[in-house]
């Protein structure tokens, strides 16, 4: 029988993986952006997303499916947004932690209500909150009303003076996500992350077990808002324009399609859904301009049937086979 | 197999040069990207025919086929070529599409964009991409009026227009109304139509009251409830910007109602849906076209020609949003021709073009076009306003009014807004 | 002073609109639990269906008040067709997924329709607006409602009452009832519960497509009308309580009549009220007003 102190000290050697492992895949990203210059907007585009998605994967993990991710995307958006129009905030630290807890507080505040429903009552809930946001957004002219409106680049205070080029912004974008990977990971790895599953499993028997299945939910909600906020500031950096749309429930549905494309496995995987999607996209676009909701949701049915894990899967099949044969 | 492959290609080839004729055909022909709404509600009414208008221009221009001043080949004797893009998906994926045609694609040159929305998100990408982009329908004054571009022109007039000269169109046929009413849709577009509309309304005449003002959703689809509303509120006028499906299943539902018989009814783009003849616009309905275009279009050799081409290639009457897409590319056809003579007779760069857009008047299918605002990037036209009344079957306009540009549009400097509240001094 | 009975007036009508187009959506989550974000599309493939037959044979000149009974064959064959082949040719293959995927498979479904009725029929809109005035209208002083109106409020009260009394009265109703009311046991007992899908998911198509069909002479047909109509619809059933038939009547006449006097007298609130009340209705009773409490299974 093996003793507790190895299985311990088997637990800490595995850890620094998680960071080395980050690490390698985030310089990947920035080599892949900088090297394909002409993808480097869709890829940007797909980590912001991606980050939102991460969220819903913390939720989607626990059993619960989420319609409303785009209230936090948008609110984290508009909270960058009004900051630097309004409070004269250019500085990009300040504006993404602005964005993050913004998302953060109202993630935790809609929390404590939505973590006593379950199933098809807490999606349609999630649906309504984004909405009542999408419908508050668009009768406000001060905020732009359905238009919108526009957000410069932002400065750093490490670079010289001027606002940040788009390659800056793209590397920081790369940096934000390998560090969220690092952080979901690890956080997964704690009793609270390795909860999920078990909620989903039986949620009657988890709270038998003595753990709290709401305060566990409340807790994963709020971290997923958090997320989705920092998704949304980088993507009103990268796109330059934010407008009530990311608050209406299509865009939700678009990060649930991320996280089903990438899987629920691990942090990785929803990044991997979102660049997938965007490209599937882009294709879709250019040659069916006229039928690409029927690629998306052929996509969608072949991916459930076949690929239930999500590409992940295929990666982690493929990684596994590679180190192998290495 | 290969040979006889590369036997066919060289007799196609041939025959192609042949039939390319007098055209330089060692120049590149210049590439622009259109962008209009190919799907979605905003196709029938204003995607399908401005993307009609541009494909008329193409095939006229590379023949060389408009009138004078326009007589050259394509722009300044070099043949153009065309990209369409769809403009649905949101402003997310249309600064993508915007980004993939200048990198991907190599366009020289951008015209296009329905939607406020998007070209408010378009024009910083513009200006990032060094890119000229023309706008050739969205309305928003926001444009010039909060920021300025160097590589962003919109050939043609802006919003505010619109609902200023509905303001004096209404009060002029009907100097003794009391109340008034608007049915809009409740987004940007129609808020901002509203909100100048009444406030033109209440600097020409103080002391109307509002009886009912319904905002529906765009897309609702139903409005009983809203006529209802409208009706038993008994204005003396009824504004609306509704446009498309929802202004299509609007006179569907008022039409057993008598809605717009007892009360008239402006509509500011309702020369989108004079074209179809299964919907049918009660007498004494007052329409817009968002200028001098569709029927309201002066006379002239070139308003002859258009509509002739237009005719013949697309078995149909031409709509505003033609006419505008027309101008514009007509507008950037006389920008390149100027930079380029300019520039001793050699093709212009960028700047050689911009330099030469600034300020510029040219004429179009509706008549003369001045680039007055925006430091030279804006244009302004006259807003022109008709009641209908329907002939022997067959849809007229009585008491056309035209109110010049400097009526209906505020000066350089000035925001719509402001302009209306203060009384729209000229 | 008018304004009150048009407020109710108008409130009902369009309950009886909702009812119509959220009763399918209702049956269908009640026995196969499948919350059918597709329901929109076959109420937009309802109303082409109905605008092609309905064109066809104004254009041919025949007697125009034939044109109702196209209405009602465009909705019983479309939503027949279609909902036979998604529910064999797609869904059938996921019964044994949990809810949430159901869900998203029935939004994959109703991407894939939407542009396949823009293939089919094109981006340009369509009208038959001959049917929606031909049989006169009725007034209320100086307000005028076409009689067509009761064409719509028949339809809502006799799929209603029909849904009710099928349900209660008849053998394969009875069953459908222990269907509802637990899947398994149903199995266990030796009902063809895989038929049964069948015919709930068909009738439920159906009465979606007829919504579409007996509302197309009152719009302009065109691709995005179902996107509208799945969120309302969602509404009154959530509100009604989901999978309950008398839950979708009063889900339908609370969201009519909110809507109705938001319009005539608070315009300015329209927008969002629908959600808030949805959002206020869950929680205060998050299984609707009608639907009893489930206990919860270990």
């Given amino acids: ?326 | ?426 | 002073m008018l304004m009150l009975p048009a407020a109710i007036i108008d409130g009902i009508m369009y309950a009886a609109w909702l009812f119509l187009v959220a009763v399918g959506l209702t049956l269908i989550y009640g026995v196969m639990k499948i919350l059918n974000l597709a329901h929109g599309a076959f109420y937009t493939l309802g109303a082409y269906v109905a605008a092609t037959f309905v064109g066809f044979w104004l254009a041919g000149d025949y007697n125009p008040y034939y044109s109702y009974l196209l209405l009602l064959l465009a909705g019983v064959i479309g939503g027949l067709v279609l909902g036979v082949l998604v529910e064999r040719g797609i869904l059938r293959r996921f019964y044994k997924e949990d809810q949430v995927v159901l869900l998203l498979v029935t939004y994959a479904i109703f991407l894939i329709l939407e542009d396949v009725v823009k293939m089919i029929w094109g981006v340009e809109p369509y009208v038959i607006s001959q049917p929606y005035g031909l049989l006169g209208s009725f007034n209320i002083g100086l307000l005028y409602y076409p009689n067509y109106n009761f064409v719509i409020l028949g339809a809502a009260i006799l799929s209603g009452v029909g849904l009710a009394l099928f349900l209660k009265l008849t053998r394969p109703g009875k069953l459908l009832r222990v269907v509802i009311h637990d899947r398994e046991i149903s199995m266990a007992l030796g009902i063809n519960v895989q038929r049964y899908f069948l015919v709930t998911f068909v009738a439920g198509s159906i009465l979606a497509a007829l919504g579409g069909a007996l509302t197309a002479p009152t719009i302009s047909v065109a691709p995005e009308i179902g996107v509208e109509v799945i969120v309302l619809a969602f509404a009154v059933i959530v509100i009604g309580g989901l999978g309950s038939l008398p839950g979708a009547a009063l889900g339908a006449l609370i969201v009519g009549l909110v809507r109705s006097f938001a319009v005539h007298y608070f315009p300015e609130v329209e927008l969002f009220s629908i959600y808030a009340v949805m959002a206020v209705v869950l929680i205060v009773r998050p299984m609707g007003l009608f639907a009893a409490a489930e206990p919860r299974k270990i």
Avoid at chain 1, 272 to 298: D, K, M
Avoid at chain 2, 172 to 201: C, H, V
Wanted: charged share 15%.
């Fill in chain 2, 1 to 426: 197999m290969s040979y006889q492959i590369k036997i066919v290609s060289a007799a196609v080839a041939t025959a192609l040069l042949a039939l390319g004729g007098t055209a330089q055909a060692d120049e590149k022909p210049v590439k622009v990207g259109i962008v209009t709404f190919m799907s979605g509600a905003a196709a029938g009414p204003f995607g399908v025919p401005a993307r009609h208008g541009a494909e008329v221009l193409l095939e006229e221009l590379n023949a060389g086929k408009v009138p004078a001043p326009y007589d050259s080949v394509g722009f300044g004797g070099t043949p153009l070529e065309f990209v369409y893009i769809d403009e649905s998906g949101g402003t997310s994926q249309q600064v993508t599409e915007f980004r993939n045609m200048v990198d991907r694609a190599g366009v020289d040159m951008v015209i296009g964009y329905t939607s406020s929305g998007n070209c408010l998100a378009i024009a910083p990408v513009a200006e990032e991409l060094k890119t000229l982009t023309m706008f050739y329908d969205c309305g928003t004054p926001r444009i010039f009026e909060d920021d300025e571009h160097h590589y962003v022109f919109r050939p043609v007039a802006h919003g505010t227009m619109d609902n200023v000269g509905a303001a004096m169109y209404a009060v002029d046929q009907k100097p003794d109304m009391k109340t008034y009413a608007g049915i809009n849709q409740n987004y940007a577009w129609g808020q901002d139509s509203w909100r100048d509309f009444e406030g033109a309304l209440k600097q020409l005449k103080p002391d109307v009251k509002l009886t009912t003002s319904q905002m529906p959703k765009l897309g609702a689809g139903q409005y009983n409830a809203e006529i209802s509303a409208i009706m038993a509120s008994n204005p003396d006028i009824l504004h609306s910007s509704f446009y498309g499906g929802d202004l299509e299943g609007l006179i569907v539902q008022a039409q057993p109602r008598g809605m717009m018989e007892h009360v008239p009814t402006i509509l500011t783009t309702g020369e989108t849906i004079t074209h179809d003849n299964k919907i049918k616009i009660p007498d004494g309905t007052i329409i817009g076209a968002r200028g001098p275009h569709g029927v309201f279009a002066p006379d002239s050799e070139l308003n002859t020609w258009f509509r002739n081409a237009y005719q013949d290639q697309i078995k149909g009457d031409p709509w505003y949003p033609s006419y505008k897409m027309a101008q514009t590319i007509l507008g950037t056809k006389a920008a390149y021709e100027k930079a380029k003579a300019d520039n001793g007779g050699q093709a212009p760069n960028t700047e050689q073009i911009i330099a030469a857009f600034e300020g510029l008047t040219f004429v179009a299918p509706s008549g003369e076009v001045k680039m007055a605002l925006g430091n030279g990037h804006q244009a302004v036209q006259e807003v022109v306003y008709g009641t209908a009344r329907n002939v022997d079957g067959k849809l007229t306009f009585e008491n056309v009014k035209r109110y010049p540009s400097e009526v209906v549009t505020p000066p350089e400097g000035v925001k719509s807004e402001d302009w209306i509240k203060n009384g729209m001094k000229h």
């Fill in chain 1, 1 to 326: 029988m093996k003793s507790s102190s190895t299985m311990h000290a088997r637990q800490r050697a595995r850890r620094p993986q998680h960071a080395l492992i980050a690490l390698v895949v985030t310089l990947i990203l920035i080599a892949l952006g900088i090297g394909l210059s002409t993808w480097q907007f869709v890829v940007v585009v797909a980590l912001s997303k991606g980050l939102a998605a991460l969220g819903l994967v913390l939720l989607l993990r626990c059993g619960l499916v989420s319609f409303g991710q785009g209230l936090y995307y948008c609110a984290g958006a508009y909270a960058v947004g009004m900051a630097m129009s309004h409070l004269g905030i250019r500085d990009l630290v300040p504006l993404l932690l602005l964005a993050t807890v913004s998302a953060a507080v109202i993630a935790a505040l809609l929390g404590v209500l939505l973590s006593r429903y379950r199933d098809i009552f807490f999606a349609i809930l999630t649906l309504a909150f984004t909405m009542i946001l999408y419908g508050l957004l668009i009768r406000n002219p001060v905020l732009g009303g359905s238009d919108g409106f526009n957000v410069q680049s932002p400065t750093f205070f490490l670079l010289a003076d001027g606002a940040l080029s788009r390659r800056t912004m793209f590397i920081i974008t790369a940096v934000v996500v390998g560090v969220s990977i690092w952080a979901v990971q690890r956080f997964l790895a704690t009793p609270m992350g390795r909860l999920g599953p078990a909620m989903k499993d039986n949620e009657i028997r988890v709270e038998y077990l003595g753990a709290s299945a709401r305060r566990n939910i409340f807790w994963n909600y709020t971290l997923a808002g958090a997320l989705a906020g920092l998704g949304g500031g980088l993507t009103s950096f990268s796109i330059g324009h934010i407008d009530p749309d990311l608050a209406f429930w299509t865009t939700s549905g678009e990060f649930l399609f991320i996280a089903i494309l990438g899987g629920t496995r691990n942090a990785y995987a929803p990044f991997l859904g979102a660049i997938a999607l965007e490209l599937i996209r882009s294709l879709a676009f250019q040659y069916v301009p006229n039928s690409w909701q029927i690629v998306i949701g052929v996509s969608m049915l072949v991916i459930i049937i076949f690929l239930p894990g999500g590409l992940i899967s295929i990666a982690r099949l493929w990684l596994r086979s590679a180190a192998r044969g290495a």
